[in-house]
């Protein structure tokens, strides 16, 4: 029971991460069909700008330079919209010259943005990796992570966090697009974009902010990520980037409790895998989740059965 | 009011809302406007007439910046729209109810309608929403029903509702009796008409010549790309082509 309770809050946690990155796939996927496999990659920068914010110094391009040293709570909002912004500054230069573009043009962009994005980290950082401070909140005074067991399992309150940010940015996220009227102008171009003009809706910009809130989150998810692993790499986003679209599919692309349904799900489908099967093939279960939902459920779990466009 | 008996202004006089001068578009190599040039006075109904594919719904998309004409200007209250986005032509109070109804299908009949009034800064809907259940009242019935779950002609109702509620100063329906039973045909003129004497302005987009023509002040007849004739909608009734090609030789 003890080793249950821990694999499944493991998961709950993993998955928590999957989600952050699996809303911008979804959202972006949702408006301009494109799978934007660049979210990984915004994630890493999440990590990496977020450590730089925290540390006094840095090697950048193999010199050493001197940082601010601040709060991990200041330096992920910092990440956060420094990682949006990059994200916005991509969707205008790669994707939105492709939009009326056959969709592999634009699927192929996507993938040589993610790996310009993975060198460009490894020309700044260097290619290994880097370290992530510890967050004094979350800590012992003899460097320990603060923790308390329920039914023997130990679960740190970095893990709790992770939870409970992932559960408001997820519920903010919903509200804002369900009830506001850029939200409601989001879904209207996801339907119909020439219709939503006429309505006097600037898709342009609405496509803007959908990457700007997809890419502050993938940073999000990579500096909890970064913060629970204790690292950064720049191929870290690789990984937890397919699994996160792996979960958007699952959860039904183009819907955002789907997202984060899917992303908890194959969590902690890997967790309980990883722990029960065999730890060596962790990230085939994904893959098979995948498979099997592909051949009985394509729609995803929360998707439409019909087509998600009209 | 029956617009017949009204003299109806020429475009000599009377104030122009909507000056179309001359517009070319292309889609691509398809040259579907050569050269249309059509004017509106303030508070008429004109209707477009013509066959299907003559570039009823492309003259009406050029106005609402979605088509950008090559050459030619479209002037609407004195102002030059050439480089206006269509997005913001609507904010200059001008709005359509597009070909083929267009309803965001997964949001509700209310959603539907609030899309409508995106372009206005006021928040207050309440009277506006007031004003479209009064004109469709099956929409208040339905308003929390997703719109791709409506029938052809209440879409249609929600098409017409939802470009109401920009407050248009110029109301541009393309197709509004499409798809709708015959009864309802005319109670969708009679909607239009009380729309008019409200103080909006109407540019008609219709098959159904005869009876658009019934309740309009003004018509031109386009043909390929081209108008071919503009007459008060009187002397286009009683126009021996004009009933052998589009009135059903009445
Ligand atoms: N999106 C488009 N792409 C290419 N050709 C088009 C497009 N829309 C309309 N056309 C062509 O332009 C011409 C005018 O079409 P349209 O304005 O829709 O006519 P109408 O509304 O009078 O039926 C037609 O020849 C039509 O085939
Ligand atoms: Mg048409």
Redesign the interface.
Known sequence: MTAFIQYLFNGLMLGCLYALIAVGYTMVYGIIELINFAFGELFMFGAYISIMMMVSKITLFGHEVSMPGLNFFLAVPIAMAIVAILGVVIERLAYRPLRNAPRLAALISAIGVSILLQNVAQAIFGSKQVSFPTISLFTTAEGQAKSFQIGGAIITWLQVFVVGVTIVAMVALNLYVSRTKMGRAMRASAQDKRTSALMGVNVNRVIAITFLIGSAMGALGGALYGSVYHFAAPQMGFSPGLKAFIAAVLGGIGNIPGAFLGGILLGIIESFGAAYVSSRYQSAFAFIVLILLLCFKPSGLLGSTVSQKA | MDPNTVPSQSPANGEVVLDVQDIHVYYGQVHALKGVSLQIMRNEIVTLIGANGAGKSTTLSAI???AKPRTGRIVYEGRDLSGV????V??LGL??S?EGR?I????SVK?NL???A??RSNKDLGADFERVYHLFPVLSERKSQPG?TLSGGEQQMLAMG?ALM?RPKLLMLDEPSMGLAPMFVEKIFDIIKEINSQGTTILLVEQNANVALEVSNRGYVIETGQVVLADKASELLKNPQVQEAYLGGA
């Open positions: 609402s910046g979605l986005p269509a997005y913001d609507v904010k709005s359509q597009p267009r965001f299908p997964r949001m959603e609030e899309m409508g995106f372009s791709g939802r920009a």
